[in-house]
């Protein structure tokens, strides 16, 4: 196996197309993968040295994450945590701290994984991320990444430059919860985010999503659409979680049940909205 330290994103688009050659950034994903036998590259791109995909930067009230920077520069930029709070609160669950020194936002998405933390806390912001290859640049919504299990709509010789996250209209409470076998270092049976934004009592704009129970991760639209512009009383709550169960389709594996994984999607989903409404 070769390894090569690629220095800016010229020399990259010069050797994206090289046969059997796989991009490295942070490697937390990869190399269990290469350690295991799941994946056996010809030659290693290292692009977490590439000036224009490393840092962050705000522009027209919209955060820029440039695809090579680790989560821990994410977590520890106080106006990220300030502004966006839900992305640092999931990016919190995200690992152990080793890990999180190491991974990165993009490399969490495009190894697509139906549990993937991060992409709850994207979704939810409506984020973007932006595509470049030898065909020239793009940017589609994290909702079009993802494909299906370890699936991405990447094209062959592209890469991703940067996630956009823009701030939401709204000020809005955050809510962040996983289910797993352990307290810490978990991948989750089954996780729900949300943003709500609550003005006099009546819910202004609800966003939900859900984490490993449907082949991608994915907003709960029939959620959204019910409890719009309503009051959370108990039987609104009660309506989002029997529309939360039935907007899923898990899956039975060795971790869960597809029934257990619906009943928690669902009691998340009401505990979601209570938090809410006692603010």
Known sequence: MQYVRIASEADLLEVIGQPGAVLLSGGTDLLVKLRSGGASPDTLLDVSGIPSLCGMQWVDNALRIGAATPIADILDARDVVERLPLLSSVLQTLGSVQIRNRATLAGNLVNASPAADSAIALLLYDANVELVGTDGKRCIPVSELFVGPGKTALRAKEYVRSVGIPLPPHPHTSFFHKVGKRRALTIAIASVGSLLAVDDGRIVEARFAAGSV?????????????????????????????????????????????????????ELVGRALRTAAAR
């Not at 907003?219 to 939360?244: C, K, N, S």
């Not at 907007?247 to 009943?263: C, E, F, H, K, L």
């Open 214 to 266: 449907a082949p991608t991760p994915c907003r709960l639209r029939r959620v959204e659409e019910i409890v719009a512009g309503r009051t959370p009383t108990p039987d609104l709550v009660d309506d989002a979680i029997t529309a939360a169960q039935a907007n899923v389709s898990p899956i039975d594996d060795v971790r869960a049940t597809a029934a257990y994984r619906r009943t928690v999607v669902g």
